[in-house]
């Protein structure tokens, strides 16, 4: 089990900006990300985007300013998991937290900072009739492994890259593949769609342009998806299982379970010190909000120093808090 | 009058409305809808990210500006989407969109 002060949700530059504060008053901390990376949004999809409202930097590139933060937070060794989304919290009895993760990581801790950004990003669900009928067995928002798809009948849905490439890579393992696009032609990669045209010239695979999804339907098991056509014809595709593949969409994740006051996928704060309505638990960055809220990096790293300002009393309890500024103390490495 | 247009929008419950909003500020359409207090969750802040601005332009497609390659890309991820898809947050309306019509379609959740 890892012990820690507090464990930040997130590692973004508000997470880990978060870091610093706590470091600062010598409360240790403990990051966990579904990343695969530190950074969060800023290394995941925009790396190599200028920012021009750091303050200090005329303009730097996202990767740079994490790349920095992370030059920052260094003397006061932080620890991370990284790839695992946080699934449950469970209070102790002294008041302490226990998080877990997906990947069983334990961590206890003293307080939660959730800066958790947009969420953690989960597959798109198309809304097909029947859907949540069959969802447990018989549809697959990801291919996990190809080989329980071996010698059935699927239908793929989608028209992005990785609809094509498991098209391509399936149609040699399943019986029969049929790929499903409400479009006439495909964005991806044009050596995918190029390959999927020729698997479907070849009749090796089932192509089913500019037709959209209706429901799914089977007594028991799944049997097939009614679709329609252009002429808004009914047509019908046998399937033992669906595999949707709509990208992915930002989403709180477990997050929403835990009983936090949530308004429109953010979590409700106080603004004196963006703890939320369960005591040790705070929110900061871009997974808040308040009435004047501005989802803006800056606006995240004056909320984690308040928070850590309040934090400071559930790690050092008999301790009374004293404010020093940087200039006058320095940076005092654990 | 200048630089204020009238659009039509039909809501997700079907409720059709015109606003009268001005050409002559700096907002996306999805900054213009939130401000006349529609339901758009808009969690990616404007970046093309999220989808949830999603709106499908029922008349005067064709006025508006192209959509860029990453607005395409996420537009291709919707299941519901159709080639009259657009996202509000990419949008940027001018004196020539007067009359344009749309559907909100983004998701709640």
């Given at each position: 089990?890892?012990?820690?002060?507090?464990?930040?949700?997130?590692?973004?530059?508000?997470?880990?900006?978060?870091?610093?504060?706590?470091?600062?008053?010598?409360?240790?901390?403990?990051?966990?990300?579904?990343?695969?990376?530190?950074?969060?949004?800023?290394?995941?999809?925009?790396?190599?985007?200028?920012?021009?409202?750091?303050?200090?930097?005329?303009?730097?590139?996202?990767?740079?300013?994490?790349?920095?933060?992370?030059?920052?937070?260094?003397?006061?060794?932080?620890?991370?998991?990284?790839?695992?989304?946080?699934?449950?919290?469970?209070?102790?009895?002294?008041?302490?937290?226990?998080?877990?993760?997906?990947?069983?990581?334990?961590?206890?801790?003293?307080?939660?900072?959730?800066?958790?950004?947009?969420?953690?990003?989960?597959?798109?669900?198309?809304?097909?009739?029947?859907?949540?009928?069959?969802?447990?067995?018989?549809?697959?928002?990801?291919?996990?492994?190809?080989?329980?798809?071996?010698?059935?009948?699927?239908?793929?849905?989608?028209?992005?890259?990785?609809?094509?490439?498991?098209?391509?890579?399936?149609?040699?393992?399943?019986?029969?593949?049929?790929?499903?696009?409400?479009?006439?032609?495909?964005?991806?990669?044009?050596?995918?769609?190029?390959?999927?045209?020729?698997?479907?010239?070849?009749?090796?695979?089932?192509?089913?342009?500019?037709?959209?999804?209706?429901?799914?339907?089977?007594?028991?098991?799944?049997?097939q998806i009614r679709l329609?056509?252009?002429?808004?014809?009914?047509?019908?595709?046998?399937?033992?299982?669906?595999?949707?593949?709509?990208?992915?969409?930002?989403?709180?994740?477990?997050?929403?379970?835990?009983?936090?006051?949530?308004?429109?996928?953010?979590?409700?704060?106080?603004?004196?010190?963006?703890?939320?309505?369960?005591?040790?638990?705070?929110?900061?960055?871009?997974?808040?909000?308040?009435?004047?809220?501005?989802?803006?990096?800056?606006?995240?790293?004056?909320?984690?120093?308040?928070?850590?300002?309040?934090?400071?009393?559930?790690v050092y309890p008999e301790?009374?808090?004293?404010?020093?500024?940087?200039?006058?103390?320095?940076?005092?490495?654990? | 009058?200048?630089?204020?247009?009238?659009?039509?929008?039909?809501?997700?419950?079907?409720?059709?409305?015109?606003?009268?909003?001005?050409?002559?500020?700096?907002?996306?359409?999805?900054?213009?809808?939130?401000?006349?207090?529609?339901?758009?969750?808009?969690?990616?802040?404007?970046?093309?990210?999220?989808?949830?601005?999603?709106?499908?332009?029922?008349?005067?497609?064709?006025?508006?500006?192209?959509?860029?390659?990453?607005?395409?890309?996420?537009?291709?991820?919707?299941?519901?989407?159709?080639?009259?898809?657009?996202?509000?947050?990419?949008?940027?309306?001018?004196?020539?969109?007067?009359?344009?019509?749309?559907?909100?379609?983004?998701?709640?959740?």
């Open positions: 089990m890892i012990q820690t002060d507090i464990c930040i949700i997130g590692a973004g530059p508000v997470g880990l900006f978060a870091v610093f504060e706590a470091g600062l008053l010598k409360m240790r901390c403990h990051l966990i990300d579904v990343l695969p990376q530190v950074g969060g949004q800023l290394s995941e999809i925009y790396p190599h985007k200028p920012i021009y409202d750091i303050p200090g930097y005329p303009t730097i590139k996202a990767q740079e300013l994490i790349d920095n933060q992370m030059l920052q937070i260094a003397p006061f060794k932080p620890t991370f998991s990284l790839g695992e989304r946080v699934e449950h919290l469970e209070k102790q009895e002294d008041g302490s937290y226990l998080v877990t993760g997906s990947d069983g990581t334990a961590i206890h801790c003293q307080v939660v900072v959730i800066a958790g950004g947009l969420g953690c990003f989960e597959p798109r669900k198309p809304d097909v009739f029947n859907l949540s009928l069959f969802e447990k067995a018989h549809v697959h928002y990801m291919v996990k492994d190809p080989e329980k798809f071996r010698d059935k009948t699927i239908v793929i849905a989608g028209g992005g890259d990785s609809a094509l490439d498991w098209t391509v890579f399936l149609a040699n393992v399943a019986k029969q593949v049929t790929l499903v696009h409400r479009s006439d032609s495909f964005r991806g990669a044009p050596d995918s769609a190029e390959k999927v045209y020729e698997l479907a010239q070849q009749g090796k695979i089932n192509l089913l342009l500019s037709h959209n999804l209706m429901a799914l339907e089977g007594t028991s098991a799944l049997q329609i056509n252009k002429a808004k014809e009914e047509v019908f595709a046998p399937a033992d299982h669906f595999i949707p593949l709509y990208g992915l969409s930002p989403k709180l994740g477990p997050i929403a379970e835990w009983g936090l006051t949530i308004d429109k996928n953010a979590i409700e704060v106080n603004t004196f010190d963006y703890s939320t309505n369960i005591e040790r638990i705070y929110a900061i960055g871009d997974i808040n909000t308040y009435p004047g809220k501005l989802k803006l990096i800056l606006s995240g790293y004056h909320e984690a120093a308040l928070m850590c300002q309040s934090a400071f009393k559930y301790q009374k808090l004293s404010f020093k500024y940087t200039t006058v103390n320095g940076v005092n490495a654990f | 009058m200048e630089n204020i247009i009238s659009i039509t929008i039909e809501d997700r419950d079907g409720t059709v409305q015109d606003i009268e909003i001005p050409t002559d500020v700096n907002l996306s359409l999805m900054e213009i809808l939130k401000a006349s207090a529609y339901d758009i969750l808009a969690t990616c802040g404007g970046m093309a990210l999220c989808a949830t601005c999603h709106v499908q332009i029922t008349e005067g497609l064709d006025l508006l500006n192209e959509p860029s390659d990453q607005e395409l890309d996420m537009l291709d991820t919707l299941p519901d989407a159709s080639d009259e898809s657009r996202l509000a947050c990419q949008l940027r309306l001018g004196n020539k969109n007067q009359g344009l019509k749309l559907a909100i379609k983004g998701a709640l959740q």
